[in-house]
């Protein structure tokens, strides 16, 4: 079953913008980690956070954790054309030991 | 470029047909992972092998068939599919069956006719 939504489904904005993204998940996890896939390719790692972690940063990503209310969300600041993405959440519970992805949120950022 | 290929990376096929998929990563990773991503569903997981074993079979009909030769390759053998299994069929690799980060490689679409 699915374990991870993001929210919202599509997003758009102009370059320079930030982008927010969240996922929401249903059980207890051993960490949640951010994916990007470029049209019809493969997925690309971005980040992983930790269940006993509440804050990450890589560069211009920004992900952070509510355990509590089962939810992460992406910051992408100051976003780039480059960054026109699929971007997915996957999280791993103890029980399941795989990951588990959700729908994704297309991310289109206008020149 | 993760250092995980897949080959061919588009394959047309008759619901007769029996062809496979490859995928060869190049990190000495221990665990490679087969997935299933159809137009508007998540990534499905369809196998997982670890040190060449398959360790997880999420169900898949038996018209998918794994093959782990070694830790560096993975093959899905393909045969009397059906239109419905259509879609993108990803490799990837970690560095064991930790499910920390996975690389994935680029895809083989899948068209059955």
């Known amino acids: 079953s699915q374990q991870g939504e993001e929210d919202p489904q599509a997003l758009s904005i102009q370059e320079g913008e930030n982008a927010t993204m969240n996922c929401s998940y249903k059980?207890?996890?051993?960490?949640l980690q951010w994916y990007r896939q470029n049209s019809g390719r493969g997925l690309v790692h971005l980040i992983l956070?930790?269940?006993?972690?509440r804050e990450k940063h890589s560069g211009r990503l920004r992900v952070t954790l509510d355990t509590s209310k089962k939810s992460s969300s992406l910051l992408i600041t100051a976003s780039r054309a480059a960054d026109t993405a699929s971007y997915f959440c996957?999280?791993?519970?103890?029980?399941?030991?795989?990951?588990?992805f959700g729908s994704g949120t297309q991310l289109t950022v206008l020149p | 470029e993760t250092g995980v290929t897949q080959t061919p990376r588009h394959l047309v096929m008759g619901m007769t047909n029996k062809k496979s998929l490859k995928c060869e990563q190049h990190?000495?990773?221990?665990?490679m992972y087969w997935y299933k991503q159809s137009a508007k569903k998540p990534l499905e997981l369809m196998f997982v092998y670890s040190l060449e074993e398959r360790v997880e079979n999420n169900s898949v009909p038996s018209r998918f068939s794994p093959e782990c030769p070694n830790s560096s390759h993975l093959f899905l053998h393909l045969h009397t599919l059906q239109p419905e299994d259509s879609a993108l069929y990803l490799c990837a690799s970690s560095q064991t069956e930790s499910y920390n980060e996975q690389f994935f490689g680029p895809g083989t679409r899948l068209t059955v006719l």
């Open positions: 990190l000495g990773h221990n665990a």
């Open positions: 059980t207890s996890i051993n960490n």
């Open positions: 996957a999280t791993v519970t103890g029980s399941a030991r795989q990951l588990t």
């Open positions: 956070i930790r269940s006993n972690e």
